[in-house]
């Protein structure tokens, strides 16, 4: 079956090979945004050896992402394309589709009531404030990612769901492996899915009674819906609840601490000028996103974009980092400005399967800048001009592996 139905001829290109060379972490890599300007509907390969559409305009993204067939329950399935192994291996809203997508994520959301999302907002504030104070008194030079970002996010989940922090460390690890990328030569994940699965299904039997947490809440609403929601989707949700809960925050945390500090006069504005606070965050979403591309999905029909339909059958990536870098919906894109006009940028995605957790991310954002403008508005880069590493190139996590500040 042909991949599109129908392309200009600027559509056509041989197969470009991801992951991409990023020699700065904290800007696209240069062949993403020569994808978009010049082929922003592209053949690549993977390196499991699986072909691809990638796309990357802003306009054909956000289509992709919001149409019904846009499938990533096909994408699970045995014999789909392989990228990343966490999504054959885990029933949970990265490999689900409506209407069990839909019942999935509605046991989220209503189990994250008003009132438990209230708490977790003063947890979150409390927990900055400790985490800040905490690297400030042990003196410079701190590393932001270890003494900041990775206590703050382990510990507003942990109090989240009502579980040890040590437990959730565990865990997260666990599930950076089974997003590795399929064909870089990491551990196999098929052991490492059933240690993880194994783990869960004990907190999830140590929760079953009447507890106001989060995971609580969860298991009682799965067993008094038991005909929507499966324990597999469950324990699905709860990983995808605890990996990416965990590992996103910390991205973004770390990546918009440094671009502030890479940009010092947009940091002193900030803590000049706090009501900017809102608007940063938006701006540091827009500009640094945790992933260079999305999850696989594959068409159920025939989706039109705006210069060419793709068939159905097509495996397709959507990146949201190009899209958000998009010059003709984002003046300047490539430049980062905390008082620029961030409205429509995709980085909780779009449609059915966008970020149910975009309000927690948000609020640690927030919560973590407003104390570092009070607590530390002469915090610095050690060395600016210091490359910054990934924890892992095999990762489809683009994770800082450290954040080293003065002040």
Request: hydrophobic share 45%; aromatic share 4%.
């Amino acid at each position: 079956m042909s991949i599109v139905e129908s392309a200009p001829e600027r559509d056509v290109s041989p197969f470009a090979r991801f992951p991409f060379p990023r020699p700065d972490v904290l800007q696209q890599s240069p062949e993403l945004a020569r994808l978009r300007r010049e082929c922003p509907v592209a053949h690549v390969e993977v390196p499991s050896g699986a072909r691809m559409v990638l796309l990357t305009e802003y306009e054909d993204v956000q289509t992709l992402l919001g149409s019904s067939s846009a499938s990533l329950a096909a994408a699970a399935r045995p014999g789909a394309p392989s990228f990343i192994p966490f999504t054959a291996l885990c029933e949970g809203l990265l490999s689900l589709d409506a209407p069990q997508h839909t019942a999935a994520r509605r046991m989220l959301t209503q189990c994250l009531t008003p009132a438990v999302a209230a708490d977790q907002q003063r947890r979150i504030e409390q927990l900055a404030r400790h985490a800040v104070a905490g690297m400030l008194a042990a003196g410079p030079p701190a590393d932001f990612v270890a003494t900041v970002a990775d206590p703050l996010s382990v510990g507003s989940m942990a109090a989240l769901l009502d579980v040890d922090p040590d437990q959730l460390d565990d865990l997260r690890r666990r599930f950076g492996t089974l997003i590795a990328i399929d064909g870089t030569g990491a551990d196999d994940p098929v052991p490492v899915w059933r240690g993880l699965e194994a783990a869960v299904l004990d907190l999830v039997g140590s929760h079953s009674g009447e507890g106001n947490d989060l995971l609580s809440a969860m298991v009682r609403h799965q067993h008094e819906h038991a005909a929507e929601v499966t324990p597999a989707q469950l324990v699905g949700v709860l990983v995808t609840l605890i990996g990416a809960g965990i590992g996103t925050p910390i991205i973004e945390l770390a990546h918009g601490v440094a671009v502030l500090l890479r940009h010092p006069e947009q940091w002193q504005d900030l803590c000049a000028h706090p009501r900017l606070v809102r608007n940063a965050v938006e701006e540091i979403l827009r500009f640094c996103t945790p992933v260079e591309v999305d999850h696989v999905r594959v068409l159920t029909g025939a989706v039109e974009l705006a210069s060419t339909t793709l068939a159905e059958g097509t495996a397709v990536l959507t990146s949201i980092a190009a899209a958000n870098r998009d010059e003709g919906r984002f003046p300047d894109p490539d430049r980062f400005d905390i008082r620029r006009q961030t409205l429509g940028h995709l980085a909780f995605g779009r449609g059915p399967h966008a970020c149910a957790g975009s309000a927690v991310a948000r609020n640690q954002l927030r919560a973590v800048l407003q104390t570092l403008c009070e607590q530390a508005p002469t915090l610095r880069l050690v060395d600016p001009d210091e490359p910054l590493t990934l924890h892992s190139r095999r990762s489809h996590s683009l994770s800082l592996a450290e954040l080293r500040l003065a002040w």
